[in-house]
T-cell receptor, first 116, second 112 residues
Framework: AQSVAQPEDQVNVAEGNPLTVKCTYS??????LFWYVQYPNRGLQFLLKYITGDNLVKGSYGFEAEFNKSQTSFHLKKPSALVSDSALYFCAVRGPLSGGYNKLIFGAGTRLAVHP | NAGVTQTPKFQVLKTGQSMTLQCAQD?????MYWYRQDPGMGLRLIYY???????DKGEVPNGYNVSRLNKREFSLRLESAAPSQTSVYFCASMGFSNYGYTFGSGTRLTVV
């Protein structure tokens, strides 16, 4: 069965420092991996995805994520955090395409707090 | 702007009342989904629809029903609301060649 784990409920970072939000996954076959961000009282917005190819994926707002197949991880990173990055971040996984559609399985979310 | 539209944005119900949450997408996506979001539990799938005329249960379907009215619209119905259904509900859609979801802005539901 597919699953996603986000081991940290909250990550605290000082503005200007690098940030990492962790995600590990379990899926049969090659995974499709996603990061979404949710700002207060808003819906989820797509940040980036890994389907195939380069293990380092670049996304919106300066975020990137590194796919590591041996560690089954897909950690979200940013070289220099901004206060405006403070939000709830969700990692999600989808298995190989089946029957023309599929479902995303989400982690519990990690709250990122960036302090001035 | 193209996307997923949910109505209403907020709703307060009394225990036992019924209501329908509406969702529509204008991206010609095949599959649509309803999730609920609760603190510390992430997003849990309630129901989904692979295509017009088909629906399937997700992780937490009890107490809910859905209708895929056409390719654009996918509604979620609470027949007899309970306080445990207090949550934020998100609708999402995904196209055949797309790999991820587009989400609506959510419905915050409180059952008292």
């Amino acid at each position: 069965a597919q699953s996603v784990a986000q081991p940290e409920d909250q990550v605290n970072v000082a503005e200007g420092n690098p940030l990492t939000v962790k995600c590990t996954y379990s899926v049969s076959g090659n995974p499709y991996l996603f990061w979404y961000v949710q700002y207060p009282n808003r819906g989820l917005q797509f940040l980036l995805k890994y389907i195939t190819g380069d293990n380092l994926v670049k996304g919106s707002y300066g975020f990137e994520a590194e796919f590591n197949k041996s560690q089954t991880s897909f950690h979200l990173k940013k070289p220099s955090a901004l206060v405006s990055d403070s939000a709830l971040y969700f990692c999600a996984v989808r298995g190989p395409l089946s029957g023309g559609y599929n479902k995303l399985i989400f982690g519990a979310g990690t709250r990122l707090a960036v302090h001035p | 702007n193209a996307g997923v539209t949910q109505t209403p944005k907020f709703q307060v119900l009394k225990t036992g009342q019924s209501m329908t949450l509406q969702c529509a997408q204008d991206m010609n996506h095949n599959s649509m989904y309803w999730y609920r979001q609760d603190p510390g539990m992430g997003l849990r799938l309630i129901y989904y629809s692979a295509s017009e005329g088909t629906t399937d249960k997700g992780e937490v379907p009890n107490g809910y029903n859905v209708s895929r009215l056409n390719k654009r619209e996918f509604s979620l119905r609470l027949e007899s609301a309970a306080p445990s259904q207090t949550s934020v509900y998100f609708c999402a859609s995904m196209g055949f060649s797309n790999y991820g979801y587009t989400f609506g802005s959510g419905t915050r539901l409180t059952v008292v």
